[in-house]
């Protein structure tokens, strides 16, 4: 099983420039998210997504847009990337509306915005 | 607003010592609480997930417990290896209304075990 997936690992972006974050998982899960981890700020939640066809706004979402057109796939989009946008980018998935269900985590993305 | 607290933020063992990791959170209508691990650039992995109706969680060299009422988890780690040393994190869901998933983290503990 890959789990979660995420490409790329690293990238960098100049100030202005567009990109989309990977992110797949071959578990059928139902849920999915994006988070971003800043230096002494831990984990916090951009967009998540309870299933196909569906998304909302978690903590941060300025600047990110998702879509999740299968169950597989939920692409992070940066439209106008900054430098507050530097951090390292954690997708997560699980199955949905279970109290029990642990998080799994892809191995995330370093990003620079220059 | 649910706020979740590591303390410390930082802790360096000898091989062999039984050690604590502290975790509180402000409002303690939780669903569940999560132990993560992380290594250096790597993701997150769960570690141990107790439910609100549980007190502990054991698995292996790990045992981590829940107080509800006074809003605090702790993880032990028995018998420390070098191998333990990584990042240690903890979460709650955001709240009662937003569903199990959407978790809020601590900073996390880093932790270090000399050999």
């Known amino acids: 099983n890959a789990g979660v997936t995420q490409t790329p690992k690293f990238q960098v972006l100049k100030t202005g420039q567009s990109m989309t974050l990977q992110c797949a998982q071959d578990?059928?899960?139902?849920?999915m998210s994006w988070y971003r981890q800043d230096p002494g700020m831990g984990l916090r939640l951009i967009h998540y997504?309870?299933?196909?066809?569906?998304?909302d706004q978690g903590e941060v979402p300025n600047g990110y847009n998702v879509s999740r057109s299968t169950t597989e796939d939920f692409p992070l989009r940066l439209l106008s990337a900054a430098p507050s946008q530097t951090s390292v980018y954690f997708c997560?998935?699980?199955?949905?509306?279970?109290?029990?269900?642990?998080?799994?985590f892809g191995s995330g993305t370093q990003l620079s915005v220059l | 607003k649910q706020e979740v607290t590591q303390i410390p933020a930082a802790l360096s063992v000898p091989e062999g010592e039984n050690l604590v990791l502290n975790c509180s959170f402000t409002?303690?209508?939780?669903?569940?609480l999560q132990w993560f691990r992380q290594d250096p650039g790597k993701g997150l992995t769960s570690l141990l997930l107790?439910?609100?109706?549980?007190r502990e969680q054991t698995s292996g060299r790990l045992n981590a417990s829940l107080d509800k009422s006074s809003g605090r988890s702790t993880l032990y780690i028995a018998a420390s290896q070098p191998g333990d040393s990584a990042t240690y994190l903890c979460?709650?869901?955001?709240?009662?209304?937003?569903?199990?998933?959407?978790?809020?983290f601590g900073t996390g503990t880093r932790l270090l075990v000399s050999p």
């Open positions: 997560a998935s699980s199955f949905r509306g279970r109290v029990g269900e642990k998080l799994f």
């Open positions: 578990m059928n899960h139902e849920y």
């Open positions: 997504s309870v299933g196909a066809g569906i998304t």
């Open positions: 409002d303690s209508a939780i669903y569940n």
């Open positions: 107790i439910q609100s109706s549980q």
């Open positions: 979460a709650v869901p955001a709240g009662v209304d937003t569903g199990f998933q959407k978790l809020v």
